[in-house]
Structure formats: structure tokens, C-alpha cells
């Protein structure tokens, strides 16, 4: 990984879904979000000169192309506004709230009711993940904030206090020994994850609102909303999901459902939901090689993953409330077998390989209870193959547990019981046919053509050939010698008879190499994941007043990320 001076000549947006956007520094109306993975390359052009101008005339918002070669062209979703993106962000805050507070308002009255077991395990799957999720974000705290991160840059830490201190006059070790005991605290009272929804809405709304260092803003949030996306991730499936298998278990065994055990239950279902969604569409807005989410389809998203966890928990509760040792089992089994299929199928998500173990085995207890996509390439039938063993594992479930239960406690819910497994599960395939067929967003992968070498140079990050004078343009190379004089000048004549741009003060700003090829979806980028690189791109955002550049190699080309701005 290196940087470089290379042309930060891109600038950042606002766009749909908040993430992911591009415009041009010196226009005054920002692109649509697929503008930057359109071929624009023009059939009618006669010349190499005449494709490249209309490929930058229209990545620039100047025109429309007359038709496209190479890439498929897809279609931006309608522009969403600011107020979606901090109602979404305060709403899964109110989610978090709900979920935690009915769980330990459901422990104390048990405690009350002087039921000491299920107290005890209510308890245990709240704290027991809360604190594990709170240790892994204090350790992010840590990485970031020292051995040159954030600390450094903003006058936080020792060393960057002596070596930034003209930059933030006045950071002392008071201020650095303040800012470690509030996020100690913070983290002491497991109020991580809240802390951070909060300050990825502040840094969102000051992304939008500062003038200067908008990127280093923009930067910020992005990082601070995907660690906490991932954190939530861990924890509902960790938490959420074993609660909610427990609560309805003990309704089942009891005869009885209270109202705060229903409440309790329906948080913990939400928020599974809930964080499916959130997550799946972040992952999508970080990325520019893929549309972005809008927040239909995340709704949409929503409700495929509350009907189908719906259906996949009664029936384990069902089996769960007769078979004890049997339902441990039957999990234990289950997640070693998805823990290895995830395995086999060769992810690509973390930086080293204890870590991806790691996050195999988190994702087989995710498989437990839901699909969850972990690879690139034809999902469809991975899927289909999945639904039909969960399919097939909940008739198993149900029908057991109805053979051997007792007609004279479970005849009143019963024949309920096996219907709404079955159409929950039903309901759940519809949405997501839904969500699939109307609202989910068309991949648009860049990949380079024969048919145009200044497209795939100009898309790539490939080096352009310097531009001719207006008034000498080059003789292509594949006209013939018949054509005459005027035929050329007919054909060039709406490339050149445009305004020459004016010269541009703007400084060229750092590119950052990094040489390994990028993730495929539905894997993170290497700089949302390894937090070196997340110290190098937010030291550089802050001492440089250009756009940081971002380049994976990708075979044997180089791919630019070019800068992009929130909506946020």
C-alpha cells in the first residue's frame, strides 16, 4: 500500500440512499447514482477523441447517451432525502431500546415471580453477548484512537499532540484522559452501540452541513455506521435470537403468554429483522460497484426477514418446549453443517484467516435462523437449496412435537400453531419474490470492454492520453484515406465546438494502492475492514484539503474508487 499525487480531481454528492455518489467538483447539480457505472460510450462517434469526450460529457452530467456497448446500463433509483436517513438511524435506536429494556424488564419480573431459571437465563443471553460486544468495540476504540489513528490526526494522543499540536491548539493529556474515561464509561454500562447511532447521526448531519473537510466527515460516519451495523449484527444473533426461541418456549411449556413476555418477544423478532436490513443495505451503499438499497426495498427486506424468522422460531420453540436435549442437538447439528457449507464456499470477508474462521462460525449460527448471503455469483439456487432443508427441518419439528405433546394442554393452539409455521413461512417467500423482483437493486458490475479501450480507460483508472488542442485534433487512426476533409471536420465538429474549461487551482490529492484485489460482494472493502487502512485514509483526509483516492488492483487492471458523499 502506497500513496501518491494522482489526479483527486473527483468530488463527492449527494444521491439516493445516502451512500455511494458522485459528481463533478465545478457543477452545481449532482449525478444520478448509477451515472459513474454507465458505459457511455457513443456508437455515432467516428473517432477515439469523440468517445472519450462523450464519456466525460455524460459522467459529468452533460448529456445523454445515444447508445451504450460493453457495460449494461442500468437505471438510478429516485433521489431520498435526508430526513430518511436520520428517521432510519433513530428508529433503530428506538428498536435497541425496545428489545434490551422488555428483556430486562421481563428477567425482573420473573426474579419477582420467584421463577429463578428462567430469570437466569433471560439474564444470561442479555448480558452475557452485550458484554462480548462491548469488549470488541472498545478494542475498535483502542485501534482507532492510538498508533497513529484518529488520535493522531485530531490531537488525541501523545504523540499527536507534539506532532499535529498547530493543527488543534490547546489538546492536552486532560482532554485525552477525559476522552478515554467517557468511552470506558460508555462501554462500562453497555451503552456502546448507542453511542455510536449517535455519533454516526452527528458526524452524518455534519457530513452534509460543514462546508470544510466534508470527506473527512463523510469518511467517519461511514466507518462509524459500519462498525456499528456489525456490532448489531453480533449481538441480535447472539441475543435477540436465542431470547426470543426462550420466551416462546416458556410460553409454550406454561399454557400461557404474558404481556410482557409477547412484547419482549416481538422486540427481539423486530430487531432481528431490523439489523438484516440495515446491514444488507449499508454493505450495498459502500459500495459503488453496486446500486444502492432504497428504502422501499429495505422495508420489503424487513418483512421477508420478520415472516421467515418468524416461521424458523415457533417451530423450534415448539420442539424446544418437549425436547430438550434433543433441540440442543438438533442446533448443534445444524450450525456444525452450515458452518461447514459457509466454509466450503470460500468467503472472503476478513483480513486474516483466524478471523474468518471466526466469522464462519458466527455465520453458521445466523443460518440457524435465517438465509444470509456470504458469496458472490448466482445466490438463487444457494438460496432454494437452503429453503428447502429449513423447509424440511420445520415439518421434522412440528410434526414431532405435535405427535408427542399433550392433547389436553395443547389442543387449543395447536392446529394455529402448525398453520401460522407454514404461513409465515409462505408469507415470507412472497415478500422476498417481492423484493427480488421489484425493488431489489440491479448490480451494475464494472467490467471492461474490447469493443472500447477509452472507456475501459476511462472507468478504470487507466491513464488517459493528454488532450489535444481544440483547434488540432488528432487523425484517427482507422479512417480511410478516401474520406475527405470535410467528412472529418462534419463528424469531429460536436466534440470540439465546446467551451475550453478553465484552468483549475484545485490541488491533486494522495491516491492510496492498495495491492490486493477487491472483495467481491457481498463481502466489506478492505478499508471498511482493516483498520490500518482506515488510519491511512483518515490521517490523509485531514492533513490534505484534496480527495484521497482509493485503487485495489483487480487483475490486470487498476480500479479507482473514486470519492463519493452522504446524504447524511
Not at 438511524?89 to 428483556?103: C, M, Q, R, S
Not at 452485550?130 to 478494542?139: D, G, K, M, P
Not at 490531537?155 to 486532560?174: E, S
Not at 420453540?317 to 461447514?340: D, N, P, R
Request: hydrophobic fraction near 45%.
Amino acid at each position: 500500500m502506497a500513496a501518491q499525487s494522482d489526479g483527486g480531481k473527483a468530488g463527492v454528492g449527494y444521491g439516493g440512499g445516502g451512500f455511494a455518489q458522485l459528481y463533478d467538483v465545478d457543477a452545481e447539480e449532482p449525478l444520478d447514482s448509477a451515472a459513474i457505472h454507465i458505459c457511455q460510450c457513443c456508437r455515432t462517434s467516428a473517432c477515439y477523441w469523440g468517445c472519450r469526450s462523450a464519456c466525460l460529457g455524460s459522467l459529468l452530467g452533460g448529456g445523454q447517451p445515444i447508445g451504450g456497448v460493453g457495460i449494461r446500463e442500468t437505471h438510478c433509483p429516485p433521489r431520498e432525502q435526508l430526513w430518511l436517513d436520520c428517521l432510519w438511524i433513530i428508529l433503530a435506536l428506538l428498536v435497541f431500546f425496545w428489545d434490551v429494556g422488555t428483556d430486562l424488564c421481563l428477567a425482573m419480573d420473573y426474579y419477582q415471580r420467584q421463577d429463578f431459571l428462567w430469570f437466569g437465563l433471560t439474564l444470561f443471553f442479555v448480558l452475557v453477548p452485550s458484554v462480548l460486544v462491548q469488549i470488541l468495540s472498545f478494542r475498535w476504540f483502542v485501534q482507532d484512537y492510538t498508533g497513529g489513528g484518529l488520535g493522531e490526526v485530531e490531537g488525541l494522543t501523545k504523540r499527536g499532540t507534539v506532532a499535529l499540536g498547530c493543527l488543534y491548539p490547546g489538546r492536552d493529556r486532560l482532554q485525552l484522559a477525559t476522552i478515554w474515561l467517557w468511552q470506558a464509561t460508555i462501554h462500562i454500562l453497555q451503552l456502546g452501540q448507542v453511542w455510536r447511532y449517535i455519533r454516526t447521526l452527528y458526524l452524518g448531519l455534519m457530513s452534509r452541513r460543514q462546508k470544510e473537510h466534508q470527506r473527512r466527515w463523510y469518511w467517519a460516519m461511514m466507518f462509524e455506521y459500519a462498525d456499528v451495523n456489525m456490532l448489531r449484527l453480533l449481538e441480535t444473533f447472539l441475543e435477540s435470537a436465542p431470547q426470543l426461541v426462550l420466551q416462546l418456549c416458556i410460553m409454550i411449556q406454561e399454557n400461557r403468554a404474558e404481556t410482557l413476555q409477547c412484547i419482549s418477544s416481538l422486540g427481539s423478532l423486530l430487531s432481528l429483522a431490523w439489523v438484516l436490513a440495515s446491514y444488507h443495505k449499508l454493505l450495498r451503499d459502500s459500495r459503488d460497484d453496486q446500486r444502492s438499497m432504497s428504502y422501499r426495498g429495505a422495508l420489503l427486506h424487513l418483512f421477508w426477514r420478520l415472516f421467515t424468522i418468524s416461521s424458523r422460531v415457533l417451530s423450534l420453540a415448539l420442539f424446544a418446549s418437549l425436547f430438550h436435549i434433543y433441540f440442543g442437538i438438533f442446533v448443534v447439528i445444524h450450525w456444525c453443517a452450515m458452518a461447514f457449507w459457509v466454509v466450503h464456499g470460500g468467503t472472503d470477508f476478513c483480513m486474516s484467516k483466524w478471523e474468518e474462521v471466526l466469522f464462519n462460525m458466527v455465520v453458521g449460527i445466523v443460518y440457524i435462523f435465517c438465509w444470509f448471503n456470504v458469496k458472490e455469483g448466482q445466490t438463487r439456487y444457494r438460496m432454494v437449496a437452503y429453503y428447502i432443508v429449513v423447509l424440511a427441518e420445520n415439518t421434522i419439528l412440528t410434526g414431532l412435537w405435535y405427535a408427542y405433546r399433550d392433547p389436553v394442554l395443547t389442543d387449543s393452539y395447536a392446529v394455529p400453531a402448525l398453520c401460522s409455521v407454514y404461513l409465515t413461512f409462505a408469507c415470507g417467500v412472497l415478500v422476498m419474490l417481492l423484493y427480488y423482483g421489484f425493488l431489489h437493486p440491479a448490480t451494475a458490475h464494472l467490467q471492461p470492454s474490447p469493443a472500447s479501450s477509452c472507456c475501459a480507460q476511462l472507468l478504470w483508472g487507466l491513464p488517459l492520453p493528454p488532450s489535444a488542442p481544440p483547434t488540432a485534433p488528432p487523425t484517427p487512426a482507422h479512417m480511410t484515406k478516401s474520406q475527405t476533409e470535410e467528412d472529418v471536420a462534419e463528424t469531429c465538429l460536436p466534440v470540439f465546438q465546446v467551451r475550453s474549461a478553465p484552468p483549475t487551482t484545485k490541488p491533486e490529492g494522495p491516491l492510496i494502492k492498495i495491492d490486493m484485489p477487491r472483495k467481491r460482494y457481498p463481502a466489506w472493502d478492505a478499508h471498511y475492514v482493516d483498520r490500518r487502512l482506515r488510519r491511512t485514509i483518515n490521517i490523509l483526509q485531514y492533513i490534505t484539503p484534496a480527495a484521497v483516492g482509493i485503487r485495489y488492483r483487480d487483475g490486470p487492471l487498476l480500479y479507482e474508487l473514486l470519492q463519493y458523499e452522504s446524504s447524511l
